[in-house]
């Protein structure tokens, strides 16, 4: 059965603070799925997901959450705010983090009980009596997510959710967010028809390429606007055959000649190396004018030489290559 639509816009523009917050956007977010939207500071990520909350009022378009209005379907909706308004010395349990995500909602049947089990799907069950501030951050950040899943909702909203947290916290995230999607919710009726729905869906704002790489579906956002969207193999095709990536040990004097070569569009550093994006078919001849460029260095296969570090080849996009183009073409 083909999955739903739980969340719908169309050309949803929001004005704050006399300008243009979002400005057209159009997306559709699916049960059972994740999809994350990417965008530097200031995109309108966050903005985003107070329109879908509720919080925020649309200046024109459409918007709705499970076919309703955002204001009538909070009660579905479990929200990870980007920085939690909640001092970490007041002195409350973790249990009580929890139960907060009670209030407010169309509770039925006993609500501690409802926290205890968000408490245990996220494996804090046996921190429940502790301080909340005297958790480490990534600790902090599953309680929160019990919080948000202590409604019961049918759709996850979470604001750049791994930010400042160390890499071993953000697999143990991730990890837990994909039990939590891959589980169905058979704990209450589905929301459209029999079958339909019964799947939570996630929608994730991140600053981090690698972890868009994990969703569905993603929206690239850029000044009020989702520039493009699709799966990560469908984004990352659009530069399909147009990245060469080029290794040196003087990558200085390298990015210098790359960028004066005919059919060079743009030239990244990625680590070690260099990311070369070149026009549509220009990949072959400026690897060799690279080749050229550094006969002492370069060889024919494929244009590298054992002992040295230099090393031109084509390479898939990545993600991060496909959002600097669609920036700069939004640019120019």
């Not at 009980?113 to 599953?142: C, D, I, P, T, Y």
């Not at 909203?157 to 697999?171: F, I, K, S, W, Y």
């Not at 969207?229 to 290794?247: F, H, N």
Request: net charge positive; hydrophobic share 40%.
């Amino acid at each position: 059965m083909e999955a739903l639509n739980i969340v719908e816009t169309k050309n949803l523009v929001v004005h704050m603070g006399g300008r243009v917050a979002l400005d057209g956007v159009t997306l559709s977010i699916r049960a059972g799925a994740f999809t994350g939207i990417v965008g530097p500071n200031g995109a309108g990520k966050t903005t985003l997901l107070k329109a879908l909350l509720g919080l925020v009022k649309p200046a024109s378009g459409e918007i709705l959450v499970f076919g309703h209005q955002p204001g009538q379907a909070h009660h579905l909706i479990g929200y990870v705010p980007q920085t939690p308004r909640m001092d970490p010395k007041f002195p409350i349990s973790v249990f009580d983090v929890a139960l907060m995500g009670r209030l407010g909602k169309r509770a039925s049947g006993d609500d501690r009980a409802h926290a205890a089990r968000a408490l245990e799907q996220v494996g804090m069950a046996n921190f429940a009596a502790k301080r909340f501030g005297s958790l480490s951050g990534g600790e902090r950040q599953r309680v929160l997510i019990a919080r948000a899943l202590a409604g019961g909702p049918r759709l996850l909203l979470l604001d750049e959710p791994t930010t400042g947290v160390d890499p071993v916290t953000r697999q143990d995230f991730w990890q837990l967010v994909i039990k939590l999607v891959s589980a169905p919710l058979s704990d209450s009726p589905p929301i459209f028809g029999e079958n339909g729905g019964s799947r939570r869906g996630v929608l994730l704002t991140t600053p981090y390429m690698d972890e868009a790489s994990r969703c569905h579906r993603v929206g690239f956002m850029r000044g009020g606007k989702i520039i493009a969207e699709g799966t990560p193999s469908e984004l990352r095709a659009m530069l399909s055959g147009r990245i060469v990536e080029v290794r040196d040990h003087s990558l200085s004097a390298l990015r210098k000649t790359a960028g004066k070569i005919d059919g060079v569009e743009d030239v990244r550093a990625f680590g070690d190396k260099l990311h070369l994006r070149v026009q549509p078919g220009r990949a072959e001849s400026v690897i060799s004018a690279l080749a050229d460029a550094f006969p002492a260095r370069a060889c024919p296969e494929p244009s590298r030489r054992a002992g040295s570090h230099f090393e031109a080849r084509l390479v898939p996009p990545t993600l991060e290559d496909v959002f600097i183009a669609l920036s700069e073409s939004r640019n120019s």
